[in-house]
């Protein structure tokens, strides 16, 4: 089985998600840029997201002529350190998560990681000069302790409009992205069919070698 790649919805989703700095670790001082993001709502969170993307992609030479690598590099930089793909893994596996041992959930966060970072690499490459704008629900309140939020998007691209949803974990570092959904289809829930699967036929290691294959084919 091919692990298929939603393009419409990976595209637009890494416009929406390739931009936004986060707090990294093992930083000796306080980072005051990292403490401002950590005080954003997930609204905020989106919408800074979406006005940066573009704006890193057209500063690298290397991945405004569309160089997929140097795209890559700048997925890696850029989009990963707002994001919580460790739950997102951890959601997408489903139960066989429980069972995995420490060093197989490493694996299978690492592997399920570059997954996404070289798919939305590849689609930023092939969506880079198209005519998008983007608009924004009014945010409903958020309850006192929330820890879970949706902010609802809408994209228009190519003539088409497409409304997106974005599901975000409040973390120690500020609201993070784990979840998109579009056309009500959630990201996790696409995987995570797909993954049932290669658990089924090889367990958690064939679903970590079938991921490394997969990421290390050209």
């Not at 500063?59 to 739950?87: C, H, K, N």
């Not at 694996?107 to 399920?112: K, M, P, S, W």
């Not at 056309?183 to 089924?200: H, T």
Request: net charge positive; aromatic share 8%.
């Amino acid at each position: 089985m091919k692990l298929s790649r939603p393009s419409l919805l990976l595209s637009i989703a890494v416009l929406c998600l390739a931009a936004l700095p986060g707090a990294h670790a093992g930083q000796a001082e306080p980072d005051p840029l990292a403490s401002a993001q950590a005080s954003r709502s997930p609204e905020q969170v989106v919408k800074s997201t979406i006005e940066g993307v573009m704006a890193a992609i057209r500063s690298d030479a290397g991945a405004r002529a569309g160089d997929p690598e140097r795209t890559y590099q700048v997925v890696r930089q850029t989009f990963l350190p707002s994001t919580d793909f460790m739950l997102t893994t951890q959601y997408a596996v489903g139960p066989a998560w429980g069972s995995a041992t420490p060093a197989q959930r490493e694996a299978l966060f690492t592997q399920f990681q570059t997954l996404l970072a070289r798919t939305y690499a590849l689609q930023l490459t092939q969506i880079r000069e198209q005519d998008t704008s983007f608009s924004y629900a009014k945010p409903a309140p958020l309850p006192a302790g929330a820890s879970d939020a949706v902010v609802k998007t809408s994209v228009v691209t190519g003539g088409e409009v497409m409304p997106i949803a974005y599901r975000l974990r409040k973390t120690g570092a500020g609201w993070k992205i784990y979840d998109i959904d579009m056309m009500g289809a959630w990201m996790i829930q696409v995987y995570r069919r797909q993954f049932a699967a290669r658990l089924s036929a090889g367990g958690v290691d064939g679903l970590i070698s079938y991921l490394a294959a997969h990421n290390a084919a050209p």
